[in-house]
């Protein structure tokens, strides 16, 4: 084999194409040969304003297709400009691609311009972090960098080339450049692991956790077939949720901080939780009813996620394959279980998903008689217009969180921020979930602090990467925040977290459709304008006014995270 690329970038994006990489996100540096090299190649890049946008938006690509995800720097401040992204990424598990800039290796120790210890800075947020030395080892580092990030598990990769590396002409020559390691099948009896079969086959109250690592690993509804088959409650952790059928009748929501009154309470008096490729997070674990005394039986094919604050057997491994092993084991052994417990605890989760039905209607019943537009209400006009296939991105803030609240919030599946929770990753990263899925009708939840930090992404994409409805609450700051002030008695002029009555964040452009909803009698029809021009490829930008006392229930219930 010999082949000649005239330059690095050209190289490696020729990797990339033959791996099925079809764009790219960001914001590169003053060299602009890998723009040259993305168009040869017929690969599109989505020019960013932000490298922290650049990030999301990969992230949310990377999220919502399961497919890696490609995001272009440049050096030095770009690079710490795009940590927190990075973060996100890694605590995410998403498979993304860091391709930066760097000072060249014979001026590093010189103070040149824009020098950085850059691999530094990236090393503890990715990984794998590296910068290539020669132009020989282009290639081989693409490789590895790309394995790195496929996982498992999968996660974000940083590859540095230097200024003088990128402009040298790559010359391969010999056997063929090395491909992407093949999976190996796994056995097509699926293994049992006894310790947590014998777990599970005792338990007669169970409940099945699912976490965001079953995105993409639930072909077929695998885990729905398995609570079925076992009688067990369906929850998920935030990340988790889309990864399983929310019409399901075994599903009961988000678990822990989210967790609506009734399902805390079902939660309480399970025997045994099943936590599948999750790590326990802290909202999970320490929001809302106690977690109950019981074993847990963990599933991770990273052993980073396997946690060792609860008693059960824990399995290192993937968890599809294990859901299949118990699935096969549960038909095989007639005796597993007792018939009538587990119609017992079948009816007590029927008996809880209707309670939590009606408290929602309770609520919206509240809302009617409110002049606000209140967030119940939008969320169920959301619901009501939309079609499918669809997907909501959403934000992390007090308000925001209604959409986490099920039954609030019903079908099309979520991408959500890690427990990091920056600040505007849905915003972006919503660019990217429809990029991954154009076929989807895809809506940002989110705050008006969180769309201010990435307004100016959004208005430079909605040109040639639009599509996404935004619906953005206005509280004129940060809820959260002014929430814990008023816990605290600290003075609101001295700490002004919100301003309830500023004007709504204004975007505009030919390409954007504007507009402030304060008309409950308008409500249904302005969303169903908004969604119209999305479907026609613009972007959408609904503004709602929202009331400071408007929380999600299990949050304004909770005495512990903010004021009564």
């Not at 030095?76 to 000072?103: D, F, I």
């Not at 290639?139 to 496929?150: G, H, K, N, Q, S």
């Not at 208005?459 to 953005?472: Q, R």
Request: proline letters at 9%; glycine letters at 10%.
């Amino acid at each position: 084999m010999r082949k000649r690329y005239p330059d690095a970038w050209s190289a490696i994006v020729g990797l990339l194409v033959a791996n099925g990489v079809d764009s790219c996100f960001g914001l590169p540096g003053d060299d602009l040969e890998l723009l040259r090299a993305l168009d040869s190649a017929g690969v599109d890049l989505v020019p960013c304003r932000d490298q922290r946008n650049a990030m999301y938006m990969a992230t949310g690509y990377a999220l919502q297709s399961g497919r890696l995800a490609v995001c272009a720097l440049g050096k030095g401040p770009a690079v710490t400009h795009a940590a927190t992204g990075l973060l996100e990424a890694r605590e995410s598990g998403a498979p993304v691609l860091v391709l930066a800039a760097g000072a060249p290796e014979r001026r590093r120790g010189s103070g040149g311009f824009q020098e950085c210890d850059q691999v530094a800075v990236a090393a503890p947020l990715v990984r794998w972090a590296h910068r290539v030395g020669h132009p020989d080892r282009v290639v081989p580092a693409t490789v590895t960098a790309l394995t790195r990030a496929a996982g498992p598990p999968p996660g974000p990769v940083y590859l540095e080339i230097p200024d003088d590396v990128r402009t040298a002409e790559i010359l391969l020559t010999g056997p063929p450049r090395p491909t992407l390691p093949e999976a190996l099948p796994v056995d097509p009896v699926p293994a049992t692991p006894v310790p947590a079969w014998t777990a599970i086959r005792a338990s007669r109250r169970p409940v099945v956790l699912v976490g965001g690592g079953m995105r993409h690993r639930n072909d077929g509804g695998v885990v729905e077939r398995f609570a079925e088959r076992l009688g067990a409650a369906l929850f998920t952790t935030a990340s988790g949720r889309g990864a399983v059928d929310e019409r399901h009748p075994l599903f009961c929501g988000v678990a822990g901080l989210y967790a609506a009154a009734p399902a805390r309470e079902l939660w309480s008096s399970c025997d045994l939780v099943v936590s599948l490729a999750g790590r326990l997070e802290e909202t999970v674990v320490e929001g809302g009813t106690p977690w109950p005394p019981v074993a847990v039986v963990q599933v991770n094919v990273d052993p980073g996620g396997l946690s060792a604050e609860f008693p059960g057997p824990r399995v290192l491994g993937d968890a599809r394959h294990a859901v299949l092993g118990w699935s096969r084991a549960l038909d095989e052994d007639r005796e597993a279980g007792s018939a009538d417990a587990t119609a017992a605890w079948v009816n007590e989760i029927a008996v809880v998903r209707k309670a939590m039905s009606a408290e929602a209607e309770a609520e919206l019943a509240r809302a009617a008689t409110l002049s606000q537009i209140r967030i119940a209400e939008l969320l169920a006009a959301l619901d009501a217009t939309a079609g499918e296939p669809r997907v909501l991105v959403q934000e992390n803030g007090l308000q925001d969180m209604w959409s986490y609240c099920f039954p609030f919030h019903l079908g099309g599946g979520s991408v959500v921020p890690s427990e990091q929770t920056p600040l505007g990753f849905g915003a972006a990263a919503a660019i990217g979930v429809k990029r991954a899925a154009p076929d989807h009708e895809v809506t940002a939840f989110i705050g008006d602090g969180a769309f201010l930090a990435a307004r100016a992404d959004i208005a430079v994409t909605a040109p040639t990467h639009g599509g996404v409805l935004y619906v953005v609450l206005c509280n004129g700051g940060y809820g959260w925040l002014d929430a814990q002030r008023a816990r605290l008695g600290l003075d609101a002029e001295r700490y002004p977290f919100t301003r309830p009555d500023a004007p709504p964040p204004m975007v505009d452009g030919a390409d954007l459709h504007y507009r402030v909803l304060r008309d409950k009698a308008t409500l249904t029809r302005e969303i169903l304008a908004a969604r119209q021009f999305c479907a026609q490829g613009g972007t959408a930008v609904l503004m709602v006014p929202v009331a400071p006392d408007d929380i999600p229930p299990p949050l304004r219930d909770d005495a512990g995270v903010i004021p009564q």
